[in-house]
């Protein structure tokens, strides 16, 4: 009796070694030699500009970001891809007045700067994890790459100039306003990480985040780095 129990204890540790063999062998497959589609959303946080010093409320600091991208799998291990994503830097900055000869102020007092940033970057990710965590489910990918930034925006300027007639005498104000435009291209290193799991061998749930070194040589606009947070899907088309 105790044979036949051994027996079937085994022939059931069996199966169920051979059932998650399976099932690993499906999820590793489905990311070997194939291309996949991935799709973020999420917030970015952009630094370094010369508004930095800017009277910017949180909400203004933490914007939306979007983002698209298609990878080669090389295995469950390497994959390759080339990314899109869009975000936004917005910031608001008081100024100071200076005083004038004849005991009048100006200056520009106020300064609002809306800029659109567009992003496409070639990254290289490797599976910490490798490829049995979870039976084949379960990756956390680290990448590395380069990319390229496009930055458009403006920045609207007001400001204020107050004269002083001769003697005392009365005033002049004068408020002037100026929208002036900005563009600028600027290479980055990107560097991410991101925890997926797949629910099917073809679509996972990626958590994620990472940070953007910016050079941008000597514009006042750019920023110099980003840091990003986002949740997206992972789509392994078939062979």
């Given at each position: 009796?105790?044979?036949?129990?051994?027996?079937?204890?085994?022939?059931?540790?069996?199966?169920?070694?051979?059932?998650?063999l399976q099932a690993q062998s499906v999820y590793n497959k489905a990311r070997t030699g194939s291309v996949a589609v991935r799709l973020d959303g999420g917030v970015s946080w952009a630094m370094g500009s010369a508004f930095d010093?800017?009277?910017?409320?949180?909400?203004k600091e933490i914007q939306p970001m979007g983002g698209a991208g298609i990878m080669y799998n090389f295995g469950p291990r390497f994959r390759l891809g080339l990314d899109y994503s869009y975000s936004r830097m917005i910031r608001e900055?008081?100024?100071t007045l200076s005083t004038l000869p004849d005991g009048g102020v100006e200056g520009?007092?106020?300064?609002?700067?809306?800029t659109h940033l567009h992003t496409a970057a070639l990254t290289g990710e490797f599976n910490l994890l490798g490829s049995e965590a979870a039976g084949g489910r379960?990756?956390?990918?680290?990448?590395?790459?380069?990319?390229?930034?496009?930055?458009s925006g403006n920045t609207?300027?007001?400001?204020?100039?107050?004269?002083?007639?001769?003697?005392?005498?009365?005033?002049?104000?004068?408020?002037?306003?100026?929208?002036?435009?900005?563009?600028?291209?600027?290479?980055f290193v990107p560097l991410s990480l991101s925890l997926e799991f797949a629910f099917l061998p073809q679509v996972s749930l990626s958590v994620g985040g990472g940070y953007r070194f910016i050079f941008a040589g000597n514009?006042?606009?750019?920023?110099?780095?980003?840091?990003?947070?986002?949740?997206?899907?992972?789509?392994?088309?078939?062979k």
């Open positions: 009796m105790k044979s036949i129990s051994s027996v079937i204890v085994s022939v059931v540790v069996l199966i169920m070694a051979q059932t998650g010093k800017a009277e910017s409320t949180r909400a900055q008081t100024g520009d007092v106020y300064k609002d700067l809306k379960l990756s956390l990918y680290a990448g590395a790459g380069a990319g390229c930034l496009i930055g609207y300027t007001i400001g204020i100039r107050n004269e002083i007639m001769p003697g005392g005498t009365g005033n002049t104000v004068r408020v002037t306003g100026h929208n002036e435009g900005h563009n600028y291209v600027a290479p514009s006042d606009f750019a920023p110099g780095s980003q840091a990003f947070a986002t949740l997206g899907l992972r789509f392994n088309l078939s």
